[in-house]
């Protein structure tokens, strides 16, 4: 269930997840189809994730903290996980942001196919990551 927190940067009375409608509806193309898919493992991957809409005009995805970002550009999807740094990837998903000690990020290109298996795994490896944290904390 999303917090009043979670919706401060949506504009008037759409929600965060209206608003990752419009924004793959506003694309039309292969990016949009591309964060759709992404979107729909996240949410097969972590039921309970809660969307969010911050930085004017992000897609956020969080349980217990920010497990990813959905950025969209002109040649790529950009999925960046806050906490990158510190999961385990052994299927290689990591393609960017490779170089700093918390943030990874994965650079979908047009055409390029995901090991959905994987992705899913990294979600909710990063879940579980967040979800560690607080109860230390």
């Known amino acids: 269930m999303a917090k009043k927190s979670d919706q401060a940067e949506g504009t008037g009375s759409d929600s965060p997840s209206r608003q990752i409608d419009a924004r793959i509806a506003e694309l039309g193309d292969w ?3 591309t964060l759709a898919r ?3 493992l996240i949410k097969q991957a972590v039921p309970d994730v809660v969307e969010e809409w911050k930085w004017r005009g992000v ?3 969080s349980h217990t903290g920010i497990i990813c970002t959905g950025e969209t550009y002109k040649e ?5 996980f806050a906490k990158g740094a510190a999961l385990e990837d052994p299927s290689g998903l990591f393609n960017s942001s490779l170089d700093g000690n918390t943030r990874r990020a994965i650079d979908i290109r047009k055409g390029d196919k995901v090991d959905e ?5 990294l979600f909710r490896a990063a879940a579980a990551l967040n979800a560690s944290k607080k109860k230390r904390a």
């Open 117 to 121: 298996k994987a992705l899913k795994a």
């Open 31 to 33: 990016r949009g189809e």
């Open 76 to 80: 790529v999807v950009k999925m960046t």
């Open 59 to 61: 897609p956020v995805w």
């Open 38 to 40: 992404v979107r729909d």
